[in-house]
């Protein structure tokens, strides 16, 4: 499947601010853009004013890096939004936060979504009851993720777990730390989805 593998700093430098892509380390003065507040590349400093559609396009790019979505697929989950009753955009972050991988971000067991993508990915989960190794499998309300039994002492989860405190748990989410068990509850609206992104300008951008 294909990802994006080169380095994840870059990503938030190039947005011009913190996307936390890489978990906890996006909290300490080791962070990419603490270090160099500006876009990188040779001409990054110098970078002008940026046109409506270079507008319309960081937001995309924003979003895209955030979930860790390449650009065929976000542009099919935008497809899929676009044909359901409701505001395209919100729908759209909605989907995404329907995302195997993005829940189990949500609940702690991973420090990033690419953690989480890798977790999703190497079979460590069951959606009620069952084995489910792929990320962009959509969540519905009432779905309950666990670790596996034998997979609960995987030291990335149980660091993870320790530290996911500060993050918060979002309202659509319910988390027994015990039982490694969480149950998405409802999806949420756009007032719940904390996220620094203007849906409308991707709207707009993929409507001319």
């Known amino acids: 499947m294909a990802r994006y593998t080169g380095p994840l700093c870059r990503l938030c430098r190039r947005e011009g601010e913190k996307l936390f892509l890489k978990g906890t380390r996006c909290y300490t003065e080791k962070c990419g853009i603490e270090r ?19 507008i319309q396009l960081r937001e995309k790019q924003k979003v895209r890096r955030i979930y860790g979505i390449l650009e065929r697929q976000f542009r099919l989950y935008f497809e899929r939004a676009a044909r359901m009753k409701g505001v395209t955009g919100e729908i759209l972050l909605q989907l995404l936060e329907r995302r195997l991988d993005s829940a189990v971000y949500r609940m702690g067991f991973a420090a990033n979504r690419r953690e989480a993508r890798q977790l ?21 309300p009432g779905d309950a993720v666990e670790v596996r039994e034998k997979s609960r002492e995987c030291s990335t989860i149980t660091e993870s777990l320790a530290v996911a ?4 748990l979002p309202a659509w989410i319910e988390f027994d730390a015990k039982a490694m068990k969480g149950t998405f509850i409802r999806v949420p609206s756009r007032e719940e989805i904390q996220l620094p992104v203007q849906e409308q300008l991707i709207v707009e951008l993929y409507s001319k």
Request: aromatic share 10%.
């Open 120 to 140: 999703v990915n190497h079979g460590l989960f069951m959606v009620n009851g069952r084995s489910v190794d792929i990320p962009s499998f959509l969540l519905k």
């Open 165 to 168: 405190e500060h993050r918060g």
């Open 36 to 54: 160099r507040k500006y876009a990188p590349g040779q001409h990054g400093q110098g970078r002008g004013k940026l046109s409506d559609y270079g």
